[in-house]
T-cell receptor, first 110, second 113 residues
């Protein structure tokens, strides 16, 4: 099974609403990262949160990390149609291996 | 600034034909380099990574191979493609010696018929 598992697998909301995606992982981590992928494109790094951080903000993005529960959440506030994409969490496991979850497909309807 | 290039963007190949996908990075030295494959609607699977010229680690046994002939060049190859090799191939780089952000190329969509 994957190191990171996103929940839900798919999410459909109206423009202006908030979108929350969750990620669980199995092993201890140094940091956890969130990436975004538009359909048919490469991944874009959104935010990195370190294991000694509990919350981090970047624009309309808010990421939380609970190392006791081995979970993280990504909140997108005031969503826009342009936020429609797949969102992945990722953590480093052995060596230089960055392991990705299966992703959450977000659809923001105008 | 750093940039990463992949080509071609799209490729249609017959079963049994060879494959060569190229990835180059500009604006950085001694990067870690990675090849991933993504099946439709799925997450990424790490295929190979490299921490230096000629140093390749394989994560998934298969009929693909990788080479790093130059510091900022990473090549994914196959001698004979299988139908199951179809997918979206992504190259990425990260700062050498660090376990932090990876930067992805635009990807190559491969269809094996």
């Amino acid at each position: 099974s994957q190191q990171g598992e996103e929940d839900p697998q798919a999410l459909s909301i109206q423009e202006g609403e908030n979108a929350t995606m969750n990620c669980s992982y199995k092993t201890s981590i140094n940091n956890l990262q969130w990436y975004r992928q538009n359909s048919g494109r490469g991944l874009v790094h959104l935010i990195l949160i370190r294991s000694n951080e509990r919350e981090k903000h970047s624009g309309r993005l808010r990421v939380t990390l609970d190392t006791s529960k081995k979970s993280s959440s990504l909140l997108i506030t005031a969503s826009r149609a342009a936020d429609t994409a797949s969102y992945f969490c990722a953590t480093y496991t052995a060596g230089n291996m960055l392991t990705f979850g299966g992703g959450t497909r977000l659809m923001v309807k105008p | 600034s750093q940039t990463i290039h992949q080509w071609p963007a799209t490729l249609v190949q017959p079963v049994g034909s060879p494959l060569s996908l190229e990835c180059t990075v500009e604006g950085t030295s001694n990067p870690n380099l990675y090849w991933y494959r993504q099946a439709a609607g799925r997450g990424l699977q790490l295929l190979f990574y490299s921490v230096g010229i000629g140093q390749i680690s394989s994560e998934v046994p298969q009929n693909l191979s990788a080479s790093r002939p130059q510091d900022r060049q990473f090549i994914l190859s196959s001698k004979k493609l299988l139908l199951s090799d179809s997918g979206f191939y992504l190259c990425a780089w990260s700062v050498g010696g660090q376990r932090e952000t990876q930067y992805f190329g635009p990807g190559t969509r491969l269809l094996v018929l």
